[in-house]
T-cell receptor, first 115, second 111 residues
C-alpha cells in the first residue's frame, strides 16, 4: 500500500544545531507540504512543493528550508534550530487539492524539541 | 494567518448524542475539507465539499456549506467513544492549490 513516512518520529536537539526531518511518500504525488502544529494555532504551512525542483514558502517559512530532488522526498531543514521551533511537524502529499479528489495524506508527525 | 476558525474549541458529549462543529473562513474558496486527528497521530481526511455544493453526507457525517456566510458545519450523528479526536476544517482558496487549516475542535465522547 502507498504511504507517507516521516523520520525521525522524535528528536531532541540543542539551539543552533542543524536538523533535517525526512519525508518520503510512495503515492507518486506531485504536491508535498510541510506543516507545524502548535497548541492553539492548528496547522501552519511552512513550505510546499508542486513538483521536482519546485519549492514555495508558506506562512511560517523563516528558519526553514526544503529541497525537492525527486518526486518521493521533501526533506525539511532547520538551519539553526531555535527554541521557538519546538513543535510537531507534519508532512503531507496530494494529487491535486483543488480538484474533487483533492485530499491530503499525512504522515504520523515528527516531534522536535529544541533545548 | 488561518483561513478557517472552528467553533467551539472543545466539545464534550455523551455517547449516542450528536456533535456539531462549525467553521468560518475569510476568502472565496474552491473547496472545504474536514479532517480528524486522533491523539498523537497524523490527520485523516473525512470529507470534501465543493464551493457549489450545499450539503454532503458520508456515513454518520453530514457537512453543510454556506458560501454567503463563509461558514461550514460538521455533524456527527449517534456519536461513539471512538469519535473522540480533534477535528479540523481546511480550505483551498479559489484559484489556490494549498490547504489552510483552522485551529480545530477537540471532541470528547463519554461512554
Amino acid at each position: 500500500d502507498a504511504e507517507i513516512t516521516q523520520s525521525p518520529r522524535h528528536k531532541i536537539t540543542e539551539t543552533g544545531r542543524q536538523v533535517t526531518l525526512a519525508c518520503h511518500q510512495t503515492w507518486n504525488h506531485n504536491n508535498m507540504f510541510w506543516y507545524r502544529q502548535d497548541l492553539g494555532h492548528g496547522l501552519r504551512l511552512i513550505h510546499y512543493s508542486y513538483g521536482v525542483q519546485d519549492t514555495n514558502k508558506g506562512e511560517v517559512s523563516d528558519g526553514y528550508s526544503v529541497s525537492r530532488s525527486n518526486t518521493e522526498d521533501l526533506p525539511l531543514t532547520l538551519e539553526s534550530a531555535a527554541s521557538s521551533q519546538t513543535s510537531v511537524y507534519f508532512c503531507a502529499s496530494s494529487e491535486s487539492i483543488s480538484s474533487d479528489t483533492g485530499e491530503l495524506f499525512f504522515g504520523e508527525g515528527s516531534r522536535l524539541t529544541v533545548l | 494567518s488561518q483561513q478557517g476558525e472552528e467553533d467551539p474549541q472543545a466539545l464534550s458529549i455523551q455517547e449516542g448524542e450528536n456533535a456539531t462543529m462549525n467553521c468560518s473562513y475569510k476568502t472565496s474558496i474552491n473547496n472545504l475539507q474536514w479532517y480528524r486527528q486522533n491523539s498523537g497521530r497524523g490527520l485523516v481526511h473525512l470529507i470534501l465539499i465543493r464551493s457549489n455544493e450545499r450539503e454532503k453526507h458520508s456515513g454518520r457525517l453530514r457537512v453543510t456549506l454556506d458560501t454567503s456566510k463563509k461558514s461550514s458545519s460538521l455533524l456527527i450523528t449517534a456519536s461513539r467513544a471512538a469519535d473522540t479526536a480533534s477535528y479540523f476544517c481546511a480550505t483551498v482558496e479559489k484559484y489556490g492549490n494549498k490547504l489552510v487549516f483552522g485551529a480545530g475542535t477537540i471532541l470528547r465522547v463519554k461512554s
